[in-house]
């Protein structure tokens, strides 16, 4: 405790990190309030009670209340989530994108501008959707002129919460969109652990107690796969003299066991809804579509998560593929001088680095959808629904993913503070005090 305690006045001691932190709440604060403000002409009162269900109740989950709200930020940030997803695939796809992505900070700059442009129409597209869910009761005069300012105002307040992350990143301590998403999810966890424990009652204080334990566990499973990597060790040749000798020191290339982070989850989702959809169509007239209806569109079904794995397994592959290019990492470790020991440079390099990444690619898929499908398990042991999406899935995964990138963060400010308090008690300083006594 002394320890934690300790650390936590060392991290305000340093004022640069400080202000960081304290902009950091001040944003955050700003975005938790947006997300109360209900949309003009509609009536609070008669928006419907329960929170959203389906997609939207995982949409809704991922912005802490703001899509049943129906606030000014009632999409959030999502719509620029998915402007990047279309300009990730867009980068594999053609080939002018191609070339952005390796012209390095000036490509990344031209790529994140047509993002921000690609959000504009996405946002308006999807706020179309959105005025249909709002209860027909909710809306004091509904008609053109409420649908074009609703569009504008959540268009806008899209486009704040994208300045909203900028300026956490700049001002803050980073990750500023991973990091209003985060805040959205955590907002919705003190309610559902309150919910909980008021539906087990006193009864079930000990039953309450083992779902606790199981989250801690589930969230140290997720850590597990979040940091877990297979390091593959790697050689430079180093010039002494006239000659090249092997540098001593071997270095490692990290592969992630999980490389794909949440998007195969998040793709996956976005099929899921799909059978259901299509079922709706035809069930009137065939038994069938009815019964794939009404298993697709409950997510407790064996049948919808046995789909929903086996997708997740593949787009893990899929994602990994794309994002992980071995023929780069190759001909990079090449042009350094590097080298895998015991495999030549070049194409057995890339075969080298695609088997090691295959290998570990599908225990990772595998444990990716497991904690995929844990809520739905978690619901059927009796958890609450609000509770039991904690127990895995994109909440969670984004949750833990954010946290160890901010401790990151926080980490290497400690760092740097250390390095400067050792260069003041070393040898330049005695140094420089003995020159100036000398004069």
Request: glycine share 8%; charged share 15%; proline share 4%.
């Given at each position: 405790?002394?320890?934690?305690?300790?650390?936590?006045?060392?991290?305000?001691?340093?004022?640069?990190?400080?202000?960081?932190?304290?902009?950091?709440?001040?944003?955050?604060?700003?975005?938790?309030?947006?997300?109360f403000v209900?949309?003009?002409?509609?009536?609070?009162?008669?928006?419907?009670?329960?929170?959203?269900?389906?997609?939207?109740?995982?949409?809704?989950?991922?912005?802490?209340?703001?899509?049943s709200?129906?606030?000014?930020?009632?999409?959030?940030?999502?719509p620029?989530?998915?402007?990047?997803?279309?300009?990730?695939?867009?980068?594999?796809?053609?080939?002018?994108?191609?070339?952005?992505?390796?012209?390095?900070?000036?490509?990344?700059?031209?790529?994140?501008?047509?993002?921000?442009?690609?959000?504009?129409?996405?946002?308006m597209?999807?706020?179309?959707g959105?005025?249909?869910?709002?209860?027909?009761?909710?809306?004091?005069s509904?008609?053109t002129?409420?649908?074009?300012?609703?569009?504008?105002?959540?268009?806008?307040?899209?486009?704040?919460?994208?300045?909203?992350?900028?300026?956490?990143?700049?001002k803050?301590?980073?990750?500023?969109?991973?990091?209003?998403?985060?805040?959205?999810i955590?907002?919705?966890?003190?309610?559902?652990?309150?919910?909980e424990?008021?539906?087990?009652?006193?009864?079930?204080s000990?039953?309450?107690?083992?779902?606790?334990?199981?989250?801690?566990?589930?969230?140290?499973?997720?850590?597990?796969?979040?940091?877990?990597?297979?390091?593959i060790?790697?050689?430079?040749?180093?010039?002494?003299?006239?000659?090249?000798?092997?540098?001593?020191?071997?270095?490692?290339?990290?592969?992630?066991?999980?490389?794909?982070?949440?998007?195969?989850?998040?793709?996956?989702?976005?099929?899921?809804?799909?059978?259901?959809?299509?079922?709706?169509?035809?069930?009137?007239?065939?038994e069938?579509?009815?019964?794939?209806?009404?298993?697709?569109?409950?997510?407790?079904?064996?049948?919808?998560?046995?789909?929903?794995?086996?997708?997740?397994?593949?787009?893990?592959?899929?994602?990994?593929?794309?994002?992980?290019?071995?023929?780069?990492?190759?001909?990079?470790?090449?042009?350094?001088?590097?080298?895998?020991?015991?495999?030549?440079?070049?194409?057995?390099?890339?075969?080298?680095?695609?088997?090691?990444?295959?290998?570990i690619?599908?225990?990772?898929?595998?444990a990716?959808?497991?904690?995929?499908?844990?809520?739905?398990?978690?619901?059927?042991?009796?958890?609450?629904?609000?509770?039991?999406?904690?127990?895995?899935?994109?909440?969670?995964?984004?949750?833990?993913?954010?946290?160890?990138?901010?401790?990151?963060?926080?980490?290497?400010?400690?760092?740097?503070?250390?390095?400067?308090?050792?260069?003041?008690?070393?040898?330049?300083?005695g140094?420089?005090?003995?020159?100036?006594?000398?004069?």
């Amino acid at each position: 405790m002394n320890k934690f305690i300790t650390t936590i006045k060392n991290i305000f001691a340093i004022e640069d990190l400080r202000m960081r932190i304290f902009n950091t709440l001040f944003f955050i604060a700003i975005y938790r309030l947006g997300s109360f403000v209900v949309l003009p002409g509609v009536d609070a009162t008669r928006l419907k009670t329960g929170g959203a269900s389906g997609v939207f109740g995982i949409l809704d989950t991922l912005l802490g209340g703001a899509f049943s709200n129906a606030s000014i930020f009632a999409l959030g940030i999502m719509p620029y989530i998915s402007a990047s997803i279309v300009l990730q695939l867009l980068t594999i796809a053609v080939p002018y994108f191609q070339k952005l992505q390796k012209e390095g900070e000036s490509g990344r700059k031209k790529i994140n501008q047509y993002t921000r442009i690609l959000t504009i129409p996405i946002v308006m597209a999807q706020s179309v959707g959105f005025i249909a869910t709002i209860n027909a009761d909710a809306i004091i005069s509904p008609g053109t002129f409420f649908t074009i300012t609703t569009m504008l105002i959540i268009t806008a307040g899209t486009l704040f919460c994208m300045w909203l992350g900028e300026k956490i990143t700049d001002k803050g301590i980073g990750n500023g969109i991973s990091m209003i998403i985060m805040i959205g999810i955590v907002s919705r966890l003190p309610g559902a652990i309150i919910g909980e424990a008021a539906a087990k009652g006193m009864r079930g204080s000990l039953i309450f107690l083992i779902e606790l334990v199981v989250l801690f566990l589930v969230v140290m499973a997720v850590i597990v796969l979040t940091q877990a990597v297979r390091r593959i060790p790697v050689q430079y040749a180093k010039q002494v003299g006239s000659t090249a000798q092997l540098n001593a020191q071997r270095q490692f290339i990290p592969m992630k066991v999980n490389a794909a982070g949440v998007m195969p989850i998040i793709f996956a989702q976005s099929l899921m809804f799909v059978p259901a959809i299509l079922a709706s169509v035809w069930q009137n007239d065939s038994e069938t579509a009815s019964y794939i209806g009404v298993k697709f569109s409950d997510y407790t079904s064996w049948q919808y998560n046995l789909v929903f794995a086996t997708l997740i397994i593949v787009f893990t592959y899929f994602y990994t593929a794309i994002s992980v290019n071995p023929n780069q990492i190759a001909d990079d470790l090449k042009r350094s001088g590097g080298f895998v020991p015991g495999v030549k440079p070049g194409r057995d390099t890339s075969e080298y680095i695609d088997e090691v990444l295959t290998h570990i690619t599908l225990p990772g898929a595998v444990a990716l959808a497991l904690i995929a499908i844990f809520p739905s398990l978690a619901l059927l042991a009796g958890v609450t629904r609000p509770f039991s999406a904690f127990y895995g899935g994109t909440s969670l995964i984004i949750m833990v993913g954010v946290v160890l990138d901010t401790l990151n963060q926080v980490e290497s400010y400690l760092l740097m503070r250390h390095y400067d308090g050792m260069m003041k008690t070393g040898k330049l300083r005695g140094r420089s005090q003995n020159i100036a006594m000398a004069s």
